[in-house]
């Protein structure tokens, strides 16, 4: 059985930093795309990073791109999004998800965590 867990999310400042983790268990290879997606209230779910299995593949939304870094630990089976400089519109639900190919879409991906909520207040 396949699961993602995400931590580390919480309330910050504008300017500030947060560190979010995605433990997996239950994948079959280590081969896996680990992409982190966004769904702010009344929003659709929308794509923030992704980094292939080897981490020399990586993608980030036009809006996150010099402010997030993703990074994977394939020994402990965990991707970290590491968020600086956030912004009061970075608020949202942070997902991470699994997939053997890239891809920035969500209905793409096979396998999602439950979600850790980030705010940035002004």
């Known amino acids: 059985q396949v699961q993602l867990v995400e931590s580390g999310g919480g309330l910050v400042q504008a300017g500030g930093s947060l560190r979010l983790s995605c433990a997996a268990s239950?994948?079959?290879?280590?081969?896996?795309?680990m992409g982190w997606f966004r769904q702010a209230p009344g929003k659709e779910r929308e794509f923030v990073t992704a980094?292939?299995?080897?981490?020399?593949?990586?993608r980030y939304a036009d809006s996150v791109k010099g402010r997030f870094a993703i990074s994977r630990d394939n020994g402990k089976n965990t991707v970290y999004l590491q968020m600086n400089s956030l912004k009061p519109e970075d608020t949202a639900l942070y997902y991470c998800a699994a997939r053997l190919v890239y891809s920035d879409n969500a209905y793409d991906y096979n396998y999602w965590g439950q979600g850790t909520q980030v705010t940035v207040s002004s």
């Open positions: 239950g994948l079959t290879s280590s081969r896996y795309y």
């Open positions: 980094i292939s299995w080897s981490g020399l593949t990586i």
